[in-house]
């Protein structure tokens, strides 16, 4: 016959061979008995406390038809059924494995059915948080209204992922760790059962390694069963199949570091790793020790918290100097589990282990206490890291703003029209409401052509509209988008970047003045050079119009000076014939200006806003509006009041 492991050996076949849960098991005993089965079960706990076990008692007892005071009889049908394992009222699904949908489906369609032999018909389904959330909203309807044959039972280690609808429609029960002294009783028992000899330390390192969990005892003492010699498991087995070091190899270093003894420790920690003992087992069992010493010398009764033999917590409060070795111990204490926590960036951790045992052995252990210099440095550290947290946060909050307005803008450029004609140049306007006179411009103005500035629009234009339909970095065609020309003079093209002003880290970063420079030479002939500016600048116009220009204004106001019309009067009559129906108010307004002086004039004339003040329109000159092909004498005609036909 072949082997079977103890933890399936020695599986629960009633209630009373479950160890641990009593509790749980009177309650379940307790509906047996009173006939008051609910139609869904959750039981939830850490690995190997017997909740599948349960279940299967559970769910075996509720089947039989002849319980005794909650317990199966073993006798009838559905009990014989089910002890040879054919028993097709108790239905195991490992949601694990059948977590979908389609199972759960199938699993709806089957409850419908009746139970062959007991009063119910049980489902197990084990791991139950595995099932995707579909297939526990496919589930959820059958829970709320079952069958009156149909019972579930899910068992988890993590009820926290369970939707709480479920959760809701089921009676939980929460398996709790077993208790050390009652693992080791249970194992005591299999072990004389197999007729094994043992020594009590030896189950007790076992039950205080495996955490409450049963199974992982079970399954700790099967191994030392196959390793035992002379018939008998001791301390030393159980030290080998868990991977330790004796206390007394322990107390020996322990003692080594307390007495500043570098030779001694260290070779206790070459022996530790020869043994193949890992770094984190020694420095965990290390703490222990010391955390215990700690305890017993300042506790009345340590064996109450100290689960370990009376000669061993003996040992911990010999050659102990009351508070002196309670500071240290608690420095060492802090030193370790800060090593511990640092071992997990370093592959490999023997040497670093090494290192603070030699520092340990020294003294200089990280000290706890509030040492004012470390403290201060620490602070120091602290404010630093803040600071620099600081300047990325405002950084990122930057890069996240700069985002946001290219997202607009990619929608703004996606809604755009290039079906026909130039890219239309931004709105340029300027105020202008005194009366002319000779004025420099101010220092924070920039004194423009008229021409050129058409001539740079134009090729700006090109050029913007080319980039942003062409495959280039859409960053750039955004940047590009929003800027205006200030000047163009000696192939110096200066431009001021608008609302782009906040993109020119990105457009810089893509090569975004490359590609312009590019284009503009593309699109001007012309190898010209770009000056980006970062403020706004106010354009005053040169007075650049021609005397034709001037004679036209004037013959078109009907100002009489000695100025001789042009001979093509034909066109120059007409406007005047309606420049004559205007209010007189423009030909008063006009009438104040000496065209001839500034038409005599040989130097610059400028526009300034002291110079106009007796005009009571504002003047804006609309890029929008105007056709940069338009002549600018008409353009002044409509300032003045002027029309044409």
């Known amino acids: 016959m072949s082997y079977?492991?103890?933890?399936?050996?020695?599986?629960?076949?009633?209630?009373?061979?479950?160890?641990?849960?009593?509790?749980?098991?009177?309650?379940l005993k307790n509906q047996i008995k009173n006939d008051s089965i609910s139609h869904a079960y959750l039981f939830s706990g850490i690995r190997g406390t017997g909740k599948t076990?349960?279940?299967?008692?559970?769910?075996?007892?509720?089947?039989?038809?002849?319980?005794?005071?909650?317990?199966?009889?073993?006798?009838?049908?559905?009990?014989?059924?089910?002890?040879?394992?054919?028993?097709?009222?108790?239905?195991?699904?490992?949601?694990?494995?059948?977590?979908?949908?389609?199972?759960?489906?199938?699993?709806?369609?089957?409850?419908?059915?009746?139970?062959?032999?007991?009063?119910?018909?049980?489902?197990?389904?084990?791991?139950?948080?595995?099932?995707?959330?579909?297939?526990?909203?496919?589930?959820?309807?059958?829970?709320?209204?079952?069958?009156?044959?149909?019972?579930?039972?899910?068992?988890?280690?993590?009820?926290?992922k369970?939707?709480?609808?479920?959760?809701?429609?089921?009676?939980?029960?929460?398996?709790?760790?077993?208790?050390?002294?009652?693992?080791?009783?249970?194992?005591?028992?299999?072990?004389?059962?197999?007729?094994?000899?043992?020594?009590?330390?030896?189950?007790?390192?076992?039950?205080?390694?495996?955490?409450?969990?049963?199974?992982?005892?079970?399954?700790?003492?099967?191994?030392?069963?196959?390793?035992?010699?002379?018939?008998?498991?001791?301390?030393?087995?159980?030290?080998?199949?868990?991977g330790l070091i004796s206390d007394e190899e322990i107390f020996l270093l322990a003692k080594g570091i307390l007495e500043n003894d570098v030779d001694k420790s260290l070779n206790a920690v070459h022996d530790f790793l020869n043994k193949g003992r890992e770094v984190g087992s020694i420095i965990t069992q290390l703490m222990e020790y010391y955390s215990n010493k700690i305890i017993a010398v300042n506790v009345k009764e340590p064996e109450k918290i100290i689960n370990k033999s009376s000669t061993y917590i003996s040992s911990l409060k010999e050659s102990f100097n009351g508070l002196e070795d309670s500071k240290r111990i608690s420095d060492i204490l802090y030193s370790l589990a800060k090593l511990k926590n640092d071992m997990r960036f370093f592959s490999e951790p023997e040497f670093l282990f090494t290192a603070?045992?030699?520092?340990?052995?020294?003294?200089?252990?990280?000290?706890?206490?509030?040492?004012?210099?470390?403290?201060?440095?620490?602070?120091?550290?602290?404010?630093?890291?803040?600071?620099?947290?600081?300047?990325?946060?405002?950084?990122?909050?930057?890069?996240?703003?700069?985002?946001?307005?290219?997202?607009?803008?990619?929608?703004?450029?996606?809604?755009?029209?290039?079906?026909?004609?130039?890219?239309?140049?931004?709105?340029?306007?300027?105020?202008?409401?005194?009366?002319?006179k000779k004025l420099a411009p101010d220092s924070n103005e920039i004194v423009v052509d008229k021409k050129e500035i058409r001539e740079a629009d134009k090729i700006l234009s090109l050029t913007q509209r080319y980039i942003i339909n062409s495959a280039k970095d859409p960053l750039v065609g955004m940047s590009v988008n929003k800027f205006k020309v200030i000047s163009l003079e000696d192939n110096v093209l200066t431009v001021y970047p608008g609302e782009a002003l906040n993109m020119m880290d990105f457009y810089f970063d893509n090569d975004g003045d490359k590609i312009f420079k590019d284009i503009l030479k593309e699109k001007s002939g012309r190898n010209l050079d770009v000056v980006y500016i970062d403020k706004k600048i106010k354009l005053r116009y040169k007075n650049d119009s021609s005397k034709n220009s001037l004679k036209s204004l004037k013959k078109d106001l009907n100002i009489k000076n000695d100025i001789k019309p042009e001979p093509e009067a034909t066109s120059n009559i007409s406007v005047e014939e309606d420049v004559v129906s205007k209010p007189p108010v423009n030909d008063n307004i006009a009438s104040d200006y000496n065209l001839d002086e500034i038409m005599s004039s040989n130097e610059e004339e400028y526009i300034s806003d002291e110079e106009l003040s007796q005009i009571s329109n504002e003047i804006v000159v609309d890029e929008d509006i105007m056709d940069v092909d338009e002549d600018y004498d008409a353009s002044i005609m409509e300032i003045f009041g002027a029309s044409e036909e």
């Open 4 to 27: 079977t492991v103890l933890y399936r050996e020695f599986r629960p076949k009633n209630f009373e061979e479950i160890i641990g849960q009593d509790n749980i098991v009177n309650i």
């Open 53 to 160: 076990s349960t279940a299967k008692v559970f769910a075996k007892s509720i089947c039989c038809l002849n319980n005794k005071e909650g317990e199966a009889c073993n006798e009838c049908a559905s009990c014989n059924d089910i002890n040879i394992g054919d028993g097709a009222d108790i239905v195991e699904i490992d949601a694990a494995s059948n977590r979908g949908i389609d199972e759960i489906r199938d699993l709806k369609e089957k409850v419908n059915y009746m139970p062959n032999f007991g009063r119910y018909k049980v489902y197990i389904i084990d791991e139950v948080h595995m099932l995707t959330t579909e297939a526990f909203n496919a589930l959820l309807k059958t829970l709320e209204e079952p069958p009156s044959h149909i019972v579930f039972i899910f068992a988890t280690t993590e009820p926290n």
């Open 162 to 242: 369970i939707l709480p609808t479920i959760l809701s429609r089921c009676q939980r029960f929460d398996f709790n760790r077993i208790d050390s002294e009652v693992v080791v009783n249970h194992l005591a028992s299999i072990l004389d059962k197999k007729e094994i000899e043992y020594e009590k330390e030896a189950l007790e390192l076992i039950a205080l390694n495996t955490e409450g969990a049963l199974r992982d005892a079970l399954s700790l003492l099967d191994k030392a069963i196959s390793v035992v010699k002379d018939n008998k498991i001791t301390k030393e087995t159980a030290d080998d199949i868990l």
């Open 356 to 436: 603070k045992i030699i520092n340990l052995c020294s003294g200089a252990a990280d000290n706890t206490s509030d040492n004012k210099t470390g403290a201060n440095t620490s602070v120091n550290v602290d404010n630093e890291q803040i600071e620099l947290l600081n300047d990325r946060i405002r950084s990122l909050e930057r890069e996240v703003n700069s985002l946001s307005y290219l997202k607009s803008e990619i929608e703004k450029i996606k809604n755009m029209d290039f079906s026909g004609g130039v890219m239309p140049v931004k709105e340029e306007i300027i105020e202008l409401k005194d009366k002319p």
